[in-house]
């Protein structure tokens, strides 16, 4: 008989993609996706351990399937992910009609462990080894790349794919807790990779974005050879139907200028990079132990500049960390002046136990103080990608096409008529530097890499239109003419 599966995801790339390979083995041995929650007999979380706001979320998720769980006790329910490694026994104690614990490293064991709890051997957990419970060795094993099968109906789009290059971290920056629920960085083997991407293509994938906790600072040794993200990169640039790369997250200190001249040269390699700086003052970088200056970034910056000058670059922030007094974050808010990032993600510190940050520092800044400042910071952000995307005016951007923009998708859930033949709706796609691009176009475009013209913009989109030429030998009748 079919099981039905339910998995809610969030979470970073990483968390995207092993629920796609999760949902991917399942369905090897019988399992369907259901449509919602009450439908499925198996109900996974993939969870989040990056702020506390993300683990409260998931509790309160699971706090709302207490009565449900006690009306259908034969109902299994499963949590993975960074979550579950960091609070192993405590998800239980906290939710007590959890069957399932799965750390992020163990995520092959979910069939076997869906078995045993099925066979009423009472809640199954695996977990891997604590940064200090054993030999690196042992440690390493226990946390393992999870990369079986991909399953293209799980992805947003079967055009695009995350392709794991790298697990875990070592630079244990002093606020992070991925060091120790992804464990130690490990690089896969390059011909896995090369093998992975060949499948992805096969399956009609167009746009590979590589990830990794730091993913520049890949490496990997085996017969005396060692291969770097710059290697990577070239040898997946000669994957057939493979038309544009990505990469995230960088690490700013190994951003190389072998890997900037790789992107400049393989046309393949899209002009994006996302740089994470999290703080623009020295003090608070060094209680960060982000490993790097002020001065440092800025030199990395420039180097990207001077290789790539049309490369977005983005950024994180964190505000609020321990000690930021008034003028290190000016000096956060100088640096975002400065460097003028297409975007830049930024966040409120948020203390996580288990961190060296969480044992050294109090956390002393109010959230009014943090509040304030994520505002000003993304008010200035936001004045800053909007000038940025000025330029785009007028341009042509090569778009590959994702599907109905989410005012589009809106509009049929309210109940207009399902898409016929030749229809016209609103697309949303993204152009090779990350920027999601709208315009008007046949459903069929879907998967195609087109021209077009921008006529408007805002902080974060662009406003656009097919170019009408590239499409008159594929019989499309053109959504606009402009230009
Ligand atoms: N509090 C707030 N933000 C954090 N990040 C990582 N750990 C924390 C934390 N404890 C942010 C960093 C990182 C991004 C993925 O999340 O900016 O780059
Ligand atoms: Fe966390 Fe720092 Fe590693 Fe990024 S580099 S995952 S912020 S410890």
Do not use: W
Not at 98 to 103: A, I, N, R, T, Y
Not at 313 to 339: A, N
Not at 457 to 466: R, W
């Amino acid at each position: 008989m079919t099981k039905r599966l339910y998995i809610d995801t969030v979470g970073c790339q990483m968390n995207v993609l092993d629920s796609e390979m999760v949902v991917a083995d399942l369905r090897k041995r019988g399992f369907e996706l259901a449509g919602d929650l009450a439908a499925a007999d198996v109900i996974l979380f993939n969870t989040c351990s990056v702020r506390e706001q993300a683990e409260n979320k998931t509790y309160s998720a699971l706090g709302r399937l207490r009565s449900f769980k006690k009306q259908h006790p034969e109902k299994i329910i499963g949590v993975m992910g960074c979550m579950a490694q960091k609070d192993q026994k405590l998800v239980f104690e906290r939710a007590p009609y959890v069957d399932l614990v799965v750390g992020p490293g163990q995520l092959a064991r979910i069939p076997d462990l869906l078995d045993e709890v099925a066979a009423g051997k009472g809640p199954q957990m695996a977990v891997s080894l604590g940064r200090r419970e054993g030999p690196v060795e042992d440690i390493k094993r226990s946390h393992e790349t999870f990369d079986p099968l991909r399953d293209p109906t799980m992805r947003p789009t079967p055009f695009q794919a995350y392709l794991r290059i790298q697990i875990g971290c070592d630079k244990f920056c002093t606020y992070c807790i991925v060091p120790m629920t992804r464990g130690p960085e490990q690089g896969r083997d390059p011909e896995q990779i090369l093998a992975e991407a060949r499948v992805l293509a096969d399956q009609g994938c167009k746009e590979i974005t590589l990830i990794g906790q730091t993913v520049n600072s890949y490496k990997h040794t085996s017969g005396g050879r060692t291969t770097r993200l710059a290697d990577l990169l070239h040898s997946l640039s000669q994957v057939d139907g493979i038309q544009r790369l990505k990469f995230v997250t960088n690490y700013p200190k190994d951003m190389t200028d072998d890997l900037l001249q790789a992107v400049r040269d393989l046309p393949k390699c899209s002009p994006y990079l996302h740089v994470p700086a999290q703080s623009g003052s020295n003090s608070v970088l060094a209680r960060m132990k982000r490993g790097y200056t002020v001065q440092d970034y800025r030199e990395t910056f420039s180097r990207i500049r001077a290789t790539l000058p049309q490369a977005a670059v983005t950024s994180d922030f964190i505000v609020g960390f321990p000690g930021e007094t008034e003028e290190d974050f000016q000096k956060t808010y100088e640096l975002v002046e400065e460097c003028r990032f297409k975007n830049s993600f930024i966040f409120k510190y948020s203390e996580r136990p288990g961190t060296k940050g969480a044992e050294l520092y109090a956390d002393d800044i109010t959230y009014e103080v943090k509040n304030r400042r994520n505002n000003d910071l993304l008010a200035l952000q936001n004045r800053i990608s909007e000038e940025d995307s000025q330029r785009f005016l007028g341009e042509r951007a090569l778009v590959l096409v994702e599907g109905p923009s989410e005012r589009e998708l809106k509009r049929r859930a309210g109940g207009v008529s399902p898409l016929s033949h030749g229809d016209v709706v609103q697309l949303t796609g993204r152009t090779p530097d990350d920027r999601i691009v709208v315009f008007d176009g046949n459903p069929r475009l879907v998967g195609e890499i087109i021209p077009v013209a921008i006529y408007d913009v805002a902080p974060h989109t662009l406003f656009g239109a097919v170019v009408t030429e590239h499409l008159s030998g594929a019989g499309f009748q053109p959504a606009l003419q402009l230009l």
